[in-house]
């Protein structure tokens, strides 16, 4: 192929040796095929980045009703994180209103990613619905190449070009940051989210901009970098408190991350709040059942999942063009500061 030419079928069918009609068949999920011939037809489709014409014309009009929600991560981060059971239980109730299937799916090795591909190449699915998007993922701009209308939960960067929807990160974690101000810490850490999200770029600058706001030096020796995990949390804390034994409140991006960092004061003999103030984010509910209980950055999860799934319908049944919404956050006090 030469030039910026678009493969056509009867390309994708030339570079898998077979006729144009095999290549239709595999594309429209017939079961007139031979494993052999739709495994070249698939790797075929793969290599020239073929967009089958049915879905560059027919999302909305041949719909499969069915949309996928990728998460990019393990099952143990899965099933440990309550942010995505909170997501999926939104997604689902908001799917379920207008009677569309919804497949969950793992992308954690390449075998995985070319299983989305075959799902996105053969229609499977009208849309996506990506999470725990990194800024050097591939995945986003697959599917914009690819044509198939696709939601973000969260963003790349502040310039985005898919629809995504966004808790307000950076003003939650200015206002946690905030009260601990008030209530008069002034040697405030932070265990931040992984730096190649944005997620974690933006909750890291609220604690900045918080300490900018009240004349308070935001020393970066109190920043350490966590991946949203307990243990990661705990790790933090302890290197935190390897650099600054005199610090005296921390901000951890998520409750997660909190329940390990308190863990680790525990450990180490520090008083919460007495000796350090303790703030999470996310409101889960391992907030209402540590000890002390957590104060909080309340995000509403389940109301992110059920927009995401909202604009995604729009999008597929009505044409909607691109959709962008940042939803509020409120800081929730309990015993913990």
Not at 15 to 36: I, M, Q, Y
Not at 181 to 197: F, Y
Not at 276 to 282: M, W, Y
């Amino acid at each position: 192929m030469t030039g910026n030419r678009r493969p056509t079928i009867k390309t994708v069918a030339a570079r898998a040796g077979v006729g144009r009609t095999t290549v239709s068949r595999v594309v429209n999920g017939s079961d007139l095929v031979s494993a052999d011939a739709r495994a070249r037809v698939l790797a075929a489709i793969k290599e020239l980045n073929y967009v089958p014409n049915s879905v560059a014309r027919g999302l909305v009009t041949n719909r499969t009703d069915a949309v996928a929600l990728v998460i990019p991560e393990s099952e143990s981060r899965l099933g440990s994180e309550p942010f995505f059971a909170a997501l999926i239980r939104g997604v689902s109730g908001a799917l379920a209103e207008s009677r569309t299937q919804l497949q969950l799916m793992l992308v954690r090795d390449q075998a995985e990613r070319d299983q989305l591909t075959e799902s996105v190449a053969t229609r499977r699915v009208d849309g996506v619905l990506l999470v725990s998007v990194h800024s050097e993922d591939r995945l986003p701009g697959m599917l914009e190449e690819m044509g198939l209308p696709t939601v973000l939960a969260g963003r790349r960067d502040a310039g985005e070009r898919l629809s995504y929807v966004n808790s307000d990160n950076a003003g939650g974690a200015a206002a946690a940051v905030r009260h601990l101000l008030e209530g008069g810490r002034r040697r405030i850490a932070t265990v931040s989210g992984p730096l190649d999200m944005d997620v974690g770029r933006s909750r890291l600058a609220g604690w900045r901009s918080a300490h900018e706001e009240a004349g308070v030096l935001a020393d970066e020796l109190l920043v350490e970098t966590g991946d949203f995990t307990e243990e990661g949390g705990r790790r933090a804390m302890r290197l935190l408190l390897e650099r600054a034994p005199d610090l005296d409140a921390v901000f951890a991006a998520s409750d997660l991350m909190a329940v390990g960092a308190l863990a680790e004061l525990r450990r180490r003999g520090r008083r919460v709040p007495g000796d350090v103030a303790v703030v999470g984010f996310e409101d889960s509910v391992l907030a209402r059942h540590t000890d002390p209980p957590l104060t909080t950055v309340r995000q509403p999860v389940e109301e992110l999942g059920r927009t995401m799934a909202r604009i995604l319908t729009d999008i597929t049944r009505h044409g909607a063009p691109r959709q962008q919404v940042t939803l509020p956050t409120e800081l929730v006090v309990r015993e913990s500061s």
